[in-house]
Every structure is written in C-alpha cells, then in structure tokens.
C-alpha cells in the first residue's frame, strides 16, 4: 500500500493527466493496473493519477509493426491471434512468463511492465532484441518518440525516482514493436520456481542469407545487469558466420567482459554470469535450426 497517499486523480483527457504529473512531479505517479504500485510501500508517493479511462488500451497491426497502447493487458497480447507467432511467437511468450496467474495478467498492463517493472520484466529483453520503440507526451505537452533503450537511459530510469529528485519524463502512451523479416527469433528464461520472476532472461532476434549466415543480430538479457542490455560484442561476433556447434560454443563466452552482473536477494552476480551463456546457447541452437 502506498503510506503517504493523499489524492487521487481520474482525468479523461491525456493532456489533463499531463498537467497533474507536472504539478507535482516528484510525488504524484501512474497508476495503470496497479500491480506493481499498489503492493509497494513506497512513502514518496503522495498523488496518482489513474489513466484506466484514457482509451490508451490498444492492440493493432499496421504496416508490418504491432501497435501496444500503454494500458494494453499481457492477457490481451496473449489472446490476439495476430501475435501467436508474431516474431516467432517471443512477444507472447514472454507475456505468458510474466505471471503464471490469469488473473494478474488480465490487470497487468505493458506501460507498467516498461516503466515500473522494466529491470525485472521478461518483456524487457524481448522488446529490447525487437528494437522496440515508445511514443510519450513529455510534461510540456510535447509528443515524442524514441527506442525503448534509450527510454531506460533517461534520468528518471538510470537513477530511480525514490529519494533521488528525478522526475518522470512524462506519459507514456504507446509502445511500437516493427516485425522482423526474414529472421528466426527465440525466448529462454531461467526461474527458482514457475511464479517467481525470472532470475535471468534472455532473447535473440537473428537473420540469415541464403547461405545461413548471420546477417543481423540482436541479443538481448532482462534481469541480468543493472537495466536490460544488448550484448554489443556478441552481435558482431555473429555477423557473417552460420551457427555450427563451434560458433554456437564460442559466442556462449563472447561479450560478458562489458556487463556487470546484478547480485541481489535472489541470484548473486556470479549465478547469473554462470547462467547468462547457457541460455545464449540455448537461443542459438534455436534460430540455428529455424536458418
């Protein structure tokens, strides 16, 4: 529960919601599904704003890009039969991981898997590996878009809102997701039990030639490091090479010298640098038998 709440808010317009978050910044905040939120004890909030009535609960496909509006449910993505193998079905997947209960991913919204839990989301390397991009109207009532890693690197993410002064960069409304072509992509996570959350997830977004070799890739980990995080080294090292069990082996153990691992109460940092290549390889091994 929220200890200091004093005001709540249920505007109709996303203007008008835009206005309170900036007339209190540091201490009125979303509320969406309020899953995440309402089960903290965070004393900092004072004031919430509860954007259920602003119609941004959308799902669409248009011009090859799947349209997810903010307070879109992981139960819906789940049940739209346009996204079942929508980017080899990673998006679904990792909306299913997200919680093994139906009913918490029927009030569990994307929004707030991507600002509120976004270190902790399976969704987060999924849509990191599909180049996902967000569309916000910043507190100035400026509409803006960018990639969701750049999104996670603004002041309000890098440093936490808690007791750190930072404000939010604004309302999210929409996240935009492009469909890769001609490419084989692929989900793995690792968990202490089915409903906890992931101790290390992980997903890839390849494409081959005709000759099965990689001509992209895009390699991604969700409760890994500190944000969610491409692996950069790894990426290159793929490039221009067909994913025999040798290159499979070898990139298992490519690019970790640039991440630090998390330790926390529920892995160490050296669990999770154990595990990290084992479920790297084991993506691989699948896009390698999709080329």
């Known amino acids: 529960m929220l200890l200091n709440l004093r005001k709540y808010y249920r505007p109709r317009s996303i203007e008008a919601a835009v206005r309170l978050l900036s007339a209190n910044p540091e201490r009125c905040v979303v509320l969406a599904g309020g899953t995440h939120l309402l089960a903290s ?60 209960s139906r009913m918490v991913r029927n009030q569990r919204t994307v929004g707030g898997e991507i600002c509120a839990n976004w270190k902790r989301s399976d969704l987060a390397a999924v849509l990191l590996a599909l180049s996902a991009r967000v569309k916000l109207m910043t507190l100035s009532l400026e509409e803006k878009e960018m990639s969701i890693s750049d999104f996670w690197s603004m002041p309000a993410f ?29 989900f793995e996570h690792i968990e202490q ?78 669990y999770r640098q154990a595990i990290a290549p084992v479920l790297i390889r084991r993506l691989l091994r699948r896009c390698s038998k999709e080329a």
Not at 52 to 72: D, F, P
Not at 160 to 185: D, H, M, N, W, Y
């Open 41 to 100: 004890s965070r004393r900092d909030v004072e004031e919430v704003v509860d954007i259920s009535s602003l119609k941004l609960k959308m799902l669409k496909r248009e011009n090859g890009a799947v349209h997810i509006g903010a307070t879109t449910t992981l139960q819906s993505i789940l049940e739209n039969p346009r996204l079942v193998k929508f980017a080899g079905g990673i998006l679904v997947g990792a909306c299913r991981r997200n919680s093994v």
């Open 158 to 186: 890098r440093n936490g809102r808690k007791g750190s002064g930072q404000v939010p960069p604004g309302l999210l409304l929409e996240i935009v997701v492009s469909a890769p072509t001609s490419s084989c992509a692929a």
């Open 193 to 270: 039990i089915e409903s906890q959350p992931s101790l290390v997830s992980a997903a890839a977004v390849l494409a081959f030639d005709g000759n099965r070799q990689c001509t992209e890739a895009r390699v991604a980990l969700g409760s890994f490091a500190d944000m969610p995080c491409r692996l950069p080294q790894l990426e290159s090292y793929l490039q221009g090479k067909v994913l025999t069990p040798e290159v499979i082996e070898s990139a298992g153990s490519t690019g970790w010298d640039e991440i630090r691992p998390l330790t926390d109460a529920q892995a160490s940092g050296s």
